[in-house]
């Protein structure tokens, strides 16, 4: 069976751009992808801005009608109450964020967040009806013990584990050893992994949701590289830190089929 899925160009802002650099970057983003030759309509786009920055993509969005999706870096496990400093994933979904990332290595490094805190934190984001883009990824050390694919697959199926019921999940293969670092990974290791994380959601959940699941990479992907990862049957869009703060470059991952001969 052949499936056809989007591909998904997602950036991750981490702590970067206050509300007024969203608007215009956002702004800017939508002009430059509106007057590009090249075609991007099947390919969707999405953004991850700070919390406080939100409220402004979205009035700017659903004012101008732009073909950009939006979510939160992270949400709470719980939906409300005495949670200081937490972000409900109702809060969310009423600003129209279509998806949340879950699991950053950031938030798991920083933040001490494990798989079975990962799960609630998906649950949250599906009780919602935002869509979790849950993140996972091996560090250099995990590397060299187990291979690549090992640690992914452990982190997926311990976090669907406590996740139950999850009618639409976006997975965001990120390699610890390849986030900042200039060092991307090969399209042929990034396949591999994400080859093995569709495997895992075969087994878990079943062939239609693996099928239909979009499985991203993430770590060091810009213009240059991006056309490689997309040509690996397995890997259905990236998750992009530094190269999604510059318009030009994150402009030129979301039109990765004009990069001719790359
Ligand atoms: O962490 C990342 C996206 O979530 C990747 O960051 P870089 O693209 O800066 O390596």
Redesign the pocket.
């Known amino acids: 069976m052949v499936t056809t899925r989007t591909p998904l160009m997602?950036g991750?802002w981490?702590m970067n751009f206050d509300h007024l650099q969203a608007i215009a970057f956002v702004q800017k983003l939508a002009w430059t992808l509106k007057d590009a030759k090249h075609d991007y309509a099947d390919v969707e786009v999405a953004v991850?801005p700070p919390f406080t920055d939100l409220r402004s993509v979205q009035t700017l969005v659903e004012a101008d009608k732009l073909p950009i999706a939006y979510g939160g870096q992270d949400l709470s496990e719980h939906d409300a109450g005495a949670y200081t400093g937490e972000i409900s994933g109702q809060f969310l979904a009423a600003l129209g964020s279509r998806y949340v990332?879950v699991g950053?290595?950031?938030r798991r490094q920083y933040h001490g967040e494990d798989d079975a805190l990962l799960g609630r934190k998906v649950a949250a984001a599906v009780r919602n009806g935002v869509v979790p883009v849950l993140?996972v990824g091996e560090t250099a050390e995990d590397l060299e013990a187990h291979g690549a694919a090992a640690v992914p697959v452990q982190q997926l199926r311990d976090a669907l584990a406590a996740a139950g019921e999850v009618p639409e999940l976006v997975v965001?293969y990120?390699p610890v050893w390849?986030?900042?670092?200039?060092q991307?990974a090969t399209p042929e290791q990034a396949q591999t992994v994400c080859r093995a994380l569709r495997d895992e959601l075969r087994t878990v959940v079943g062939d239609e949701f693996a099928d239909a699941t979009r499985i991203l990479y993430?770590?060091?992907?810009?213009a240059e590289n991006i056309a490689g990862f997309m040509r690996e049957p397995d890997v259905d869009g990236a998750?992009?830190?530094?190269?999604?703060l510059k318009i030009d470059d994150f402009a030129s991952i979301v039109r990765f089929r004009s990069h001719v001969g790359s």
């Open positions: 997602a991750n981490k991850f990332i950053h290595s950031e993140c965001a990120e390849a986030i900042g670092s200039g991307a993430g770590g060091s992907v810009k998750l992009v830190g530094g190269a999604s």
